[in-house]
């Protein structure tokens, strides 16, 4: 723990004005990041005594061994700093609201030629117009199935808009009448676009042009004695009311807000959002935070702002909104809104009417919220903290291991030995600090060698970011890169458990010792009776089964195993896929493609004359017989037999049989997203 007088500026060192601060711990991480009118000022609070500060404050600067500042010349640039800041560093002392759920929107592709109306999650892109968000999806797709009969706008996607193209036949929404199929040039890319920006309008809230204007097409139809059309109509106007009856009118005067409630307690507080539009609630969302600074319920408002209005611009951000208290300042947060709208925005509370009704409503929701994540997580920081106590008292640790690193290591009879390392952190997954690793040290099977390479290649790399950075000469090395992230391997943890028993437990003891660590704690728990063995120790820890230490390290060697299959799997897949063309030099994934689609398969392209090869568009003469030399020298692949039928399988692809590539028991694509998180070292 440090002493935060240890640190403190020096007297007329902080500038007396505006500006963005950040505190830092003993291995250069970004811990907090804050704003200030007056720098000088708000850093004095911090180096008060400690007895005056509140606890999570208190915690934050007794862990902190640095802070620094940046000067800015308004406070909207203050708080625009602040809220990059807090993005690019995660500062683990800031308020940071978790969204429970990824919230889809109705999103119509306005930068396409033909713009298309479909679900979107996740981060918005430029050029596509968003209405929302939805509590569900399938909210969205009766809306969208409602006003296709009125706005026959593109739904499919890039491939079958293609094909549909490319054969001259729409799809079945071309024939039903709910899409205006231009995809086969029914309408040309101008009046699709029309379509589609009608649709945004209605979406928008702006319906009773449409509704008036069917309404006289449909009268003038029945004048005209065109009964079938005017019943096309009528069905076509029952349909866009049905669409509106799904967001009741809340505010008579067809307002834009967003309405935002907190509902909090001394530890947590849970937002609520509610999105208004042409006077009806068109979205709603919701996040949850812990309270891990002392903040007042303006200070969460200006942080869910902050969240909510980041990355918007214009008409995303409405005129209006609504909040149960005003940040103080409140002056530089609506400037800053203004801006990012580019016209006035009204920030305020509201005091009565109809607005004060709904502004109860959200509150509501906000409290149930609350309630509902108090009863899901259960307690869970204290649940976590006492599971971190169990492990530190077990195997006889200091202090509880804030930092655990679990190591596993999988194979398949031998071939492609790969070795995963995940990462948790106060009990919770550190998914982008997860690390994966191919074995160099020597072919075949063996986890204890395995176990022994991985370990020594991991720490190895910790001292010698610890060397260079030269926190041996002098103690003030960093472990960060300039821009504040930790660099690889440079943070060490208290913990570091494999996945297995004795063996594997001595190897990575052994590994450690090598290299001159003694201050980092070994553990291994083995799967078949879910023991936990320490070094040179005859005889295991055994914990209860209803441990909630226990619980947590399965939960570690569970997702380390995952994580190491995963990758596993996927270098296998790769290995499958392999091709003779991978082994021509400089010949790309495009003209390997172009080759397949010109000779059909690499068993036709092997009995190629260099002649014919050359007809490619793309390859020379000499990257043809360069192609040629290799697919002679290569042996063709033995064919596949069906182990059920005897039958031996066709190799016009030169390929691995589908039921191969991608069987149920070992889906090559489990867990993507996750595997993309680490980094192969």
Request: charged fraction near 30%; aromatic fraction near 6%.
């Amino acid at each position: 723990m440090a002493d935060p007088s240890s640190y403190r500026p020096k007297p007329g060192q902080i500038p007396d004005s505006p500006g963005v601060y950040k505190f830092r711990d003993e291995h250069r991480r970004v811990i907090y990041v804050g704003k200030a009118k007056s720098l000088r000022q708000r850093l004095a609070n911090y180096f008060q005594d400690l007895t005056n500060l509140h606890p999570r404050t208190r915690t934050m600067v007794t862990t902190a061994a640095s802070v620094e500042w940046t000067v800015v010349s308004t406070e909207v640039e203050a708080l625009q700093l602040e809220y990059s800041w807090i993005k690019e560093f995660d500062p683990r002392f800031n308020v940071k609201y978790r969204d429970d759920k990824s919230y889809p929107y109705l999103a119509v592709t306005m930068n396409e030629e033909f713009p298309r109306v479909q679900v979107m999650r996740g981060q918005k892109k430029k050029g596509v117009r968003y209405f929302g968000p939805y509590g569900h999806a399938w909210a969205i797709r009766d809306t969208v199935d409602l006003l296709l009969r009125v706005f026959p706008v593109r739904t499919c996607s890039a491939g079958v808009f293609k094909n549909a193209a490319r054969t001259g036949r729409p799809c079945l929404l071309g024939y039903i009448g709910k899409c205006s199929a231009p995809c086969v040039g029914r309408v040309p890319a101008e009046e699709h676009r029309e379509l589609a920006e009608e649709f945004c309008d209605f979406m928008a809230g702006r319906t009773g042009t449409y509704i008036r204007r069917l309404e006289k097409q449909m009268t003038d139809a029945a004048e005209e004695m065109e009964y079938e059309r005017a019943a096309r109509l009528r069905d076509d106007i029952e349909a866009l009311k049905k669409a509106m009856e799904k967001s009741a009118v809340v505010l008579a005067d067809a307002t834009d807000a967003d309405l935002i409630a907190v509902a909090e307690d001394e530890l947590e507080a849970a937002v609520q959002i509610f999105h208004v539009r042409g006077g009806r609630v068109r979205g709603q969302r919701g996040w949850v935070t812990d309270k891990v600074e002392a903040v007042t319920t303006g200070d969460l408002v200006e942080h869910a702002l902050q969240q909510l209005y980041g990355e918007e611009k214009g008409d995303s951000v409405p005129k209006e909104v609504l909040v149960p208290a005003l940040p103080a300042p409140v002056e530089p947060v609506q400037e800053w809104l203004t801006e990012r709208r580019g016209s006035n925005v009204s920030l305020r509370i509201p005091q009565r009417g109809d607005k004060k009704a709904l502004m109860e409503t959200v509150q509501r929701n906000a409290l149930q919220s609350l309630a509902l994540h108090k009863t899901k997580r259960a307690s869970d920081l204290t649940t976590r903290s006492r599971a971190l106590e169990e492990i530190a008292e077990a195997l006889d640790l200091d202090s509880a291991p804030l930092r655990i690193e679990c190591y596993d290591i999988s194979h398949l009879q031998g071939d492609d030995v790969v070795a995963s390392m995940v990462v948790f952190e106060d009990g919770l997954q550190r998914k982008g600090e997860y690390r994966r690793f191919q074995i160099k040290g020597f072919e075949g099977q063996d986890d204890v060698r395995s176990m022994h390479e991985v370990i020594t290649r991991r720490f190895r790399r910790y001292l010698a970011e610890k060397e260079k950075t030269g926190e041996w000469a002098d103690g003030e090395g960093t472990l960060t890169e300039e821009d504040g992230r930790p660099k690889r391997f440079a943070y060490p943890p208290q913990l570091v458990v494999v996945d297995g028993g004795q063996p594997q437990v001595a190897a990575a003891k052994r590994a450690l010792d090598e290299l001159g660590i003694d201050d980092i704690a070994v553990c291994g728990l083995a799967k078949r009776l879910e023991e936990v063995w320490l070094p040179e120790e005859d005889d295991p820890v055994v914990l209860p089964r209803t441990s909630e230490g226990l619980y947590l390290l399965q939960r570690v060697r569970d997702e380390a195993h995952r994580f190491a299959i995963t990758y596993q799997r996927a270098k296998r897949a790769k290995r499958f896929r392999s091709s003779p063309l991978d082994d021509v030099p400089g010949l790309g994934e495009t003209r390997k493609q172009a080759l397949i689609k010109h000779f059909g398969s690499v068993k036709k392209l092997r009995s190629a004359t260099i002649d014919q090869i050359c007809e490619v568009p793309g390859i020379g003469r000499k990257t043809a017989e360069t192609i040629a030399v290799a697919l002679a020298q290569a042996a063709p692949a033995a064919p596949a037999v069906n182990t059920a039928t005897g039958e031996i399988m066709g190799d016009e692809e030169d390929g691995v049989p589908e039921s191969t590539a991608g069987s149920p028991e070992e889906p090559v694509t489990a867990g993507a997203s996750d595997e993309r998180r680490g980094q192969e070292t």
